[in-house]
């Protein structure tokens, strides 16, 4: 069976890195994600700058890529202003995003849940005029750093709003790492019942160290699209203590031993996993990268260094 991956680190991961990468950086990264096997990249967001300084140079990160055939590039749009900042670029599609909880839609995005409806409404309207397909995110559908727990009843809603928008999947989202699998298992068998595994998609964070056992329980519920960080990069920078997403190597290790293709090449993808933890400067949490990098180093006679 094959189970689709989203690679979302040249996005979630960087936005969350308090250094700003080199746009030259975010170009190879998202180069190097291509070539072993990606095939759809969240390459940026169209955000206010001034709200996440990091991703600025969208517009040239997208300029600059390798294109790949068969590679769906993507970015985040908050709003009319960002799909004006994405015309002409190289992406096949775009993501609206909004959140669960009230608290967190409002310090991520400015507006209540009721205000952004008509807003991301606009965005999908005008992104398919432009020939762009929209995937949607729901955040904290597992719990939000300023309510805690969040009924599911609130992700069914905003989540049923944005399909009937016309977003062609909804991700739905564990901002801040706090789901555990009996958890995805009651909110994904409610999900599922009323949209479709189809339509849905599990984008985890790995704060607590519960995202691949929360995979496994996805899976179960028929989950077969999942987002993932190359390296375990990311945050959210508006959900405070939120960590990286889960590994895309350590996701793929996992998906392959269980007998699902993703098509991805696990090898030349953690050496792309080595390639921007050396340019970060610090090791990232991906244990498959880990494991890579000790391999080599054995090989190679021992060097002590994890770069
Ligand atoms: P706002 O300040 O309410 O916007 O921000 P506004 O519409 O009132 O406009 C104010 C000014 O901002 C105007 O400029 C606009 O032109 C400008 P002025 O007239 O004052 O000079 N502006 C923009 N400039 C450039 N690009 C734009 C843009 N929009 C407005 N797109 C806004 C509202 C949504 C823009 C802001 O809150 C924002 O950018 N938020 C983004 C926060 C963010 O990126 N968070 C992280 C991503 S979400 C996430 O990580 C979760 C996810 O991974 C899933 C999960 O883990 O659950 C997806
Ligand atoms: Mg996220």
């Known amino acids: 069976m094959d189970v689709r991956i989203v690679e979302v680190g040249p996005r979630d991961g960087l936005q969350n890195e308090t250094a700003v990468v080199p746009t030259n950086v975010k170009i190879e990264l998202i180069n190097r994600l291509s070539q072993a096997g990606l095939r ?3 390459a940026s967001s169209f955000v206010d700058p001034r709200w996440i300084p990091q991703l600025a140079d969208a517009a040239e990160v997208l300029g600059g890529i390798a294109r790949q055939p068969g590679v769906a590039y993507s970015a985040l749009v908050p709003n ?3 799909l004006e900042r994405a015309r002409g670029t190289a992406l096949a599609e775009i993501a609206v995003f909004m959140s669960a909880s009230e608290s967190h839609n409002r310090k991520n995005i400015n507006k209540s849940i009721a205000e952004t409806y008509p807003v991301l409404e606009e965005v999908v309207q005008e992104a398919k005029r432009m020939g762009l397909r929209v995937r949607g995110y ?3 559908v597992f719990g939000c750093p300023y309510e805690g727990d969040v009924p599911v009843s609130a992700a069914v809603k ?9 977003v062609y999947e909804v991700s739905i989202g564990d901002t801040i790492g706090v789901a555990t699998p009996k958890q995805v298992r009651e909110k ?6 009323a949209f479709t595994p189809g339509r849905l998609a599990a984008h985890f964070h790995d704060t ?3 995202g691949l056992a929360n995979v496994t329980a996805a899976l179960d519920e028929g989950i077969c699209t999942f987002d993932s960080s190359l390296g375990g990069l990311g945050g959210c920078p508006y959900a405070p203590g939120a960590a990286g997403n889960i590994s895309t190597e350590d996701l793929v290790y996992l998906l392959h031993g269980m007998g699902y293709r993703t098509g991805v090449d696990l090898e030349r993808l953690a050496e792309a996993g080595q390639y921007i933890q050396s340019r970060l400067g610090r090791q990232l949490p991906s244990r498959m990268l880990q494991a890579h990098c000790a391999a080599k180093r054995t090989s190679e006679g021992g060097d002590s260094s994890w770069r």
């Open 40 to 42: 759809f990249i969240e």
């Open 80 to 82: 009319l202003r960002g």
């Open 138 to 140: 729901v955040s904290t």
């Open 158 to 166: 905003v989540t049923e709003r944005l399909l009937n928008m016309g």
């Open 188 to 193: 994904f068998a409610v999900l599922v019942k």
């Open 208 to 210: 607590r160290g519960t």
